[in-house]
């Protein structure tokens, strides 16, 4: 059990599991389904680690036939897309350039780094779906700026989440060891934080009058 | 060997007879539950196909390959149903439960057939967690489909979403419970645990009036 990857899986868990209950809890009595779609992302990340860190527990080895842990996470981004679709007012359907090169780069870096293990398959999915989070997030974030309005943190949020998902991934690739701490668990524990701040930031938009 | 397309047979004719007789929601629910035994059967031929395909043993078979052939092929009838004959919201729940306890259900029969019926407390329990774990994805797929993803092409988002979650909910029970000792326990303690707070959570929200917004 002296294997720093339990302890980080551990964390992530029961940081996500504890966010989930919380945000459940909170779309319960603020009805809303934002918060309610929030729960479902944190539990299906959440689901996807527990997975990951028994199966690396009880069986020895991580998970080599289905990607089981990642189509859990992968539903949990599913999950925040629906939830910035959900935010995003559609207006008139136009293509903005600088949101697009900024999604396409995020399929790009999505695939290069086998994000979602070694099937393309599941990169190219990941990618598609991080790069509607990206493109959705960014167009906010450039509208505000135009319109003078204020950023909402949540978009901003977004879009490091998903530059440190992926960054978790590639600098995975360049690390062996993984029984000690290294720059990988410094950005995966900074990763589980920026989830769990999702939940002030939705929370702060749904008090708002 | 084990004829059990033969057993499946002898099961659901009463049930299909019987469609004859009822009408209304008993005839609907019935159906569907004669079709998640189907499904059943039908995935246990998918989890044999995967395991040839890929060479591994009965264990990796039923933590990675089964969880996913069997939550998506459970999700196939109920899609057709909303798809097809647009029900109301408050209708998918209890389609999606039919189709989850019609698999678990057949399942039972299958471990059974396997297994013998010799050891009556084992067999309880067994039977109570994985009926739990199927209605609990049940519950979890058609309350997602039916109140909280039912927004035009959204829908799609939320529905893979839940389908890929109750994937991994599945993958860690059977992982839990081919382990040994305390995580045995675990896996067959908590879909029956989770259940029975649901039914509190059923309980307690009409009288908080919740409505989602």
Redesign the interface.
């Known amino acids: 059990m002296d294997n720093f990857e339990i302890y980080d899986n551990a964390f992530q868990t029961l940081s996500l599991m504890v966010m989930m209950i919380v945000s459940g809890a909170a779309?319960?009595k603020y009805?809303?389904?934002k918060l309610?779609?929030l729960a479902?992302?944190y539990?299906?990340i959440m689901?996807?680690t527990?997975?990951y860190m028994?199966?690396l527990t009880?069986?020895g080895d991580i998970?080599?036939?289905?990607y089981?842990?990642e189509?859990?996470w992968?539903?949990?981004y599913?999950?925040f897309?629906?939830l910035v679709?959900?935010r995003h007012e559609w207006k008139k359907a136009t293509l903005q350039p600088v949101p697009a090169m900024l999604a396409l780069g995020t399929v790009a870096a999505s695939v290069h780094s086998e994000v979602m293990g070694n099937s393309v398959l599941m990169s190219l999915a990941f990618g598609a779906t991080a790069g509607a989070i990206v493109y959705i997030s960014s167009v906010r974030l450039r509208c505000a700026r135009l319109s003078g309005t204020p950023a909402a943190a949540f978009d901003g949020m977004m879009i490091a989440v998903v530059i440190l998902q992926i960054l978790v991934y590639f600098v995975s690739e360049y690390i062996s060891d993984f029984s000690t701490f290294n720059l990988y668990f410094a950005i995966d524990i900074l990763f589980t934080i920026s989830l769990c701040s999702l939940f002030w930031m939705i929370r702060r938009e749904v008090r708002q009058p | 060997m084990t004829y059990i397309e033969n057993v499946f047979i002898c099961i659901s004719v009463p049930l299909l007879l019987s469609l004859l007789l009822v009408k209304g929601a008993q005839r609907k629910y019935t159906l569907l539950l004669c079709i998640g035994m189907g499904i059943c059967m039908v995935s246990a031929y998918v989890n044999s196909y995967f395991m040839v395909l890929?060479q591994?043993d009965g264990v990796?078979a039923a933590?990675?390959?089964s969880?996913?052939c069997e939550e998506i092929l459970k999700l196939v009838p109920l899609l057709f149903y909303i798809l097809i004959f647009e029900p109301e919201p408050k209708e998918i729940t209890p389609a999606a439960i039919s189709v989850a306890v019609g698999f678990a259900t057949f399942e039972n029969v299958c471990y059974l057939s396997e297994n013998g019926a010799g050891n009556f407390t084992f067999l309880l329990i067994r039977g109570m967690s994985a009926g739990a774990i199927h209605i609990l994805c049940g519950i979890a797929v058609g309350y997602?489909i039916a109140y909280?993803?039912r927004?035009r092409w959204?829908a799609v988002?939320?529905t893979?979403?839940?389908?890929?979650?109750c994937?991994?909910?599945h993958?860690?029970y059977n992982?839990?419970v081919t382990?040994e000792g305390v995580?045995r326990t675990i896996g067959y303690m908590f879909p029956s645990v989770l259940i029975l707070g649901i039914f509190g959570l059923r309980l307690l929200?009409p009288k908080?009036h919740?409505?989602?917004?």
């Open positions: 779309g319960l009805s809303s389904r309610v779609v479902c992302a539990g299906s689901l996807g527990l997975f028994l199966h009880i069986i998970p080599r036939i289905f089981v842990s189509i859990s992968m539903a949990g599913l999950f897309l629906f679709t959900l | 890929y591994v990796t933590i990675e390959i969880p996913v997602g909280v993803f927004q959204l988002t939320g893979v979403g839940i389908l890929g979650a994937i991994v909910f993958a860690i992982l839990l382990a995580w929200l908080i919740i409505r989602l917004e």
